[in-house]
């Protein structure tokens, strides 16, 4: 296997010791770019750290984002051909942040390569090939990770204490949803997240897949699982072939349009092993909430609440409070985990792509020291096994158990 990592000589003034991790990424548009500039950040954001890492290639279709990558982000060089990527001796982590159905043949390559691989979510774009990668990447023996970047906002991971401490007495029902504007207007171009061809399943792929793992975190596993989904906007205009589309690009009134062929809504009702019930919601057309990656956890002595829309606010209820009993804010800080590596003091707040910073330090850290990382691969497939009983209720109508899809 290659994918040992070098240390480097010690700056001369720390006097420490860090290892180079040799970095490739394949996809340069909004993921990519934002990972290429978390390992650029990390350095001045983790004093403490035990690794430098070091932008060695990056593979995009897109010519004028090789040049982008190489000339204001630093890369040593670029190419359209992502097998460069996994094949150049200097790379110890792919980070592969393509369009989803090319994730499982970049992450087989990278992991016969022996690097190690960070996938962006959902890791390929059926529950079919997110157990493939997974099965791939074990038997390499690499350490993987997946884009589940919300795990690492500061107040999500108090909630996660909060919940686990028994603070909120026993969990009863929990509530997530991923409402996004992205697709809500008719006007949004066909770019390849509404295409099952390119992106595989929609919204249970694309939102949903958050959602339920953030859920996976804080309750643990899903048990049974009944839902619903459709598609709302079923035509859309095609991307100007000139540039490559955007997440957010829009057409004009009159231009050809192509066919959506996945998923714009899902909903699901579950059952978790702990006994508390949940409901899950995830929509790209729905107007009015913008980017509300939210969950509410409810239980027998408080709740709390949390919304992406204003990352650094916690809402809490605890009944202890007796008279005085309301959610309160908790505002973000420099007292939550990660938080004061940006920012010091209390409700000066973090961002996005500090989520972002967090997950590829984490990860970085896992590779430096050579242990397996979470969310890896493993936590990809927990989640496609939910997604796959999801898809099964929708054809039967019915309740449908979990089934742990992993393979042997
Ligand atoms: N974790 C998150 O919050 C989050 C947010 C957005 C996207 N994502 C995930 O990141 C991945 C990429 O999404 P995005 O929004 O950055 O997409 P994007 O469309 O902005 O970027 C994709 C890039 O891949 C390039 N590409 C296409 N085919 C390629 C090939 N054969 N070789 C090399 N490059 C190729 C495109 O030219 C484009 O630059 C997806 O898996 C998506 O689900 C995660």
């Known amino acids: 296997m290659s994918a040992a990592v070098q240390p480097t000589a010690a700056p001369a003034t720390t006097g420490r010791a860090r290892r180079r991790i040799g970095v490739g990424v394949i996809g340069f548009g909004?993921?990519?770019?934002?990972?290429?500039?978390?390992?650029?950040?990390?350095?001045?954001?983790?004093?403490e750290r035990g690794f430098d890492p070091e932008l060695v290639i990056c593979a995009d279709t897109a010519p004028e984002r090789i040049d982008d990558a190489v000339h204001s982000f630093g890369f040593a060089r670029g190419t359209a051909e992502w097998r460069q990527v996994v094949e150049d001796p200097g790379v110890d982590l792919v980070v592969i942040a393509a369009p989803n159905m090319l994730h499982v043949e970049l992450v087989e390559a990278a992991a016969a390569a022996g690097?190690?691989?960070?996938?962006?979510?959902?890791?390929?774009?059926?529950?079919?090939?997110?157990?493939?990668?997974?099965?791939?990447?074990?038997?390499?023996?690499?350490?993987?990770?997946?884009?589940?970047?919300?795990?690492?906002?500061?107040?999500?991971?108090?909630?996660?204490?909060?919940?686990?401490?028994?603070?909120?007495?026993?969990?009863?029902?929990?509530?997530?949803r991923f409402f996004s504007m992205y697709g809500s207007d008719p006007l949004g171009v066909l770019s390849w997240r509404f295409l099952v061809d390119q992106a595989g399943h929609g919204v249970t792929t694309d939102l949903m897949s958050h959602s339920v793992d953030l859920a996976h975190l804080l309750l643990g596993p899903i048990t049974r699982v009944v839902g619903t989904t459709e598609t709302?906007?079923?035509?859309?205009?095609?991307?100007?072939?000139?540039?490559?589309?955007?997440?957010?690009?829009?057409?004009?009134?009159?231009?050809?349009?192509?066919?959506?062929?996945?998923?714009?809504?899902?909903?699901?009702?579950?059952?978790?092993?702990?006994?508390?019930?949940?409901?899950?919601?995830?929509?790209?057309?729905?107007?009015?909430p913008e980017s509300q990656m939210a969950f509410d956890v409810y239980g027998t002595r408080g709740a709390l609440g949390w919304n992406l829309e204003k990352l650094n606010e916690l809402q809490v209820y605890l009944a202890e409070d007796g008279l005085d009993t309301g959610y309160r804010t908790v505002f973000g800080g420099d007292r939550f985990p990660y938080h004061g590596h940006f920012v010091p003091g209390s409700a000066n707040g973090i961002g996005f792509e500090d989520l972002v910073v967090i997950e590829d330090y984490e990860f970085c850290r896992s590779v430096a020291e050579g242990r397996r990382h979470r969310p890896g691969f493993a936590e990809a497939v927990e989640w496609v096994s939910v997604q796959a009983a999801l898809l099964e209720s929708v054809k039967t109508g019915r309740w449908e158990h979990v089934v742990s899809l992993r393979e042997d």
């Open 232 to 288: 709302f906007i079923r035509e859309r205009p095609l991307p100007n072939p000139s540039r490559p589309p955007t997440h957010y690009g829009r057409g004009r009134p009159g231009d050809p349009t192509g066919t959506v062929t996945n998923e714009d809504y899902a909903g699901m009702l579950c059952e978790f092993a702990c006994g508390a019930r949940g409901t899950f919601e995830s929509s790209r057309s729905i107007v009015g």
């Open 30 to 47: 909004w993921l990519g770019q934002a990972h290429s500039r978390s390992m650029l950040r990390i350095p001045t954001l983790f004093g």
């Open 115 to 176: 690097k190690h691989v960070f996938c962006e979510k959902p890791v390929g774009g059926t529950p079919e090939q997110t157990v493939r990668a997974e099965k791939a990447a074990r038997r390499a023996g690499i350490i993987t990770g997946v884009g589940y970047n919300y795990r690492w906002a500061p107040l999500v991971r108090h909630a996660a204490e909060l919940v686990s401490s028994g603070a909120l007495g026993e969990i009863t029902n929990y509530r997530g």
